[in-house]
């Protein structure tokens, strides 16, 4: 019987209820609902944050019909049930102006409203959210769940395009939003934001100082993705098909999706990850391609390298860099930042003496998006200046 592949699949419900495969992560679920309250998580798209936060949603929600034979089921007893509150920015042009970004918040908003017979107090979207979990909390006598899917969609949008005014106009709306998970400590049981970048001035990471980010804790370093042994444990049947299709032995097939996909390492002393999005789209079309960068790479990647004129070439080296280097991103802060968070730069060491981490590209895939895509931008780089060079000679002479 063929693996039924979650392709674009991003619902913890529908994996589960519809016998996709499902790579068991409620074990380390179950552990970062328990062991902490507050947390922020970046990974590179096509890494399975949305289907972690809707395994959280249905953990919290009491669902335990959907964790059956899962390691959920061993490790939870007493199954407790909280209201939640999902936000997903993912899904809006917030190019135009403020105004998607304050429809979306503002529907939000008012279904939750409805759905827990709030009544409205305030306009101004922080402080209607504080209404709303405070309501919820008294309305049900239980604390909150707040879940945020791409927090950063708002800024990275606006990043990219170099609209500095709006980017800021964004910072101050989220901030206010935001401000209300600590603002409202006593009504939330827990809360988890995720997305691509750090933006270190948005109030989650500056006034949020309770907020714990776990993007570089080896605890959860395999939270998103999966492992080699993983691979093995769940797709086998995927790979043999791969194989065949293709005239290999398994093991020739597992070493080819070695090298096309895997080597990303997302904290210090971590296993390697494959790319979940293009091991699904490869054992699929039963095809080794390039799957991930046509998903769709940052436009913003493309002015970065222009504004920096950066040599690309270069980073099929070694890059030794500080986490904070890695971490925060304010757009022309630094170039390894957007590098690292958007997947193109991996870990590849840590050095404890000097609390450095080096970084390269992870795989064949990325070392192909990078040919093909980033290093063109670089060549017409180099190509700009050398033409503004020559002119420059010209007139000299």
């Not at 995927?238 to 999706?257: F, I, K, R, W």
Request: charged share 25%; hydrophobic share 40%.
């Amino acid at each position: 019987m063929a693996l039924r592949l979650p392709l674009g699949i991003q619902t913890f419900e529908n994996i589960i209820n519809g016998g996709y495969v499902y790579i068991d992560k409620t074990a380390l679920i179950h552990q970062l609902a328990n062991d902490g309250k507050y947390y922020f998580l970046s990974r590179p798209r096509r890494f399975g944050k949305s289907l972690l936060l809707s395994t959280l949603d249905a953990y919290f929600s009491g669902r335990s019909d959907l964790f059956r034979g899962l390691a959920m089921e061993q490790l939870e007893s007493e199954w407790p049930t909280h209201p939640v509150l999902r936000l997903d920015l993912n899904n809006a042009d917030y190019t135009t102006g403020t105004a998607p970004l304050i429809d979306l918040l503002a529907n939000h908003l008012q279904k939750w409203e409805k759905q827990f017979r709030i009544e409205r107090t305030a306009n101004e979207v922080g402080a209607r959210f504080k209404n709303v979990v405070e309501g919820v909390h008294a309305q049900t006598g239980k604390q909150v769940v707040v879940l945020v899917d791409e927090y950063d969609k708002p800024l990275i949008a606006n990043v990219e395009r170099g609209k500095t005014a709006l980017l800021d106009e964004m910072r101050g709306m989220l901030k206010a939003f935001y401000g209300t998970l600590k603002t409202c400590d006593e009504h939330i049981r827990f809360a988890m934001l995720t997305g691509v970048s750090r933006f270190s001035h948005v109030s989650i990471f500056s006034d949020l100082n309770n907020l714990t980010d776990i993007s570089l804790d080896r605890r959860y370093g395999e939270l998103c993705g999966f492992t080699e042994q993983e691979l093995h444990h769940y797709l086998d049947p995927g790979v043999a098909e791969l194989a065949e299709e293709n005239e290999m032995t398994p093991g020739q097939a597992y070493a080819a999706l070695k090298r096309q996909y895997d080597g990303y390492r997302f904290s210090e002393g971590s296993s390697e990850i494959y790319n979940p999005w293009s091991v699904f789209r490869a054992l699929s079309q039963r095809k080794l391609g390039f799957y991930w960068y046509q998903s769709g790479t940052p436009s913003f990647l493309m002015r970065l390298i222009k504004d920096r004129q950066l040599d690309l070439t270069q980073l099929d080296g070694d890059i030794i860099a500080l986490e904070s280097a890695m971490m925060t991103y304010e757009g022309d802060s630094n170039y390894i930042a957007p590098l690292y968070q958007t997947g193109y730069l991996t870990i590849k060491a840590y050095d404890r003496r000097t609390d450095t981490y080096t970084l390269g590209l992870p795989n064949l895939e990325v070392k192909q998006a990078f040919s093909q895509n980033l290093l063109p931008v670089c060549i017409a780089v180099a190509l700009d200046d050398a033409t503004r060079n020559i002119a420059n000679w010209q007139r000299v002479e």
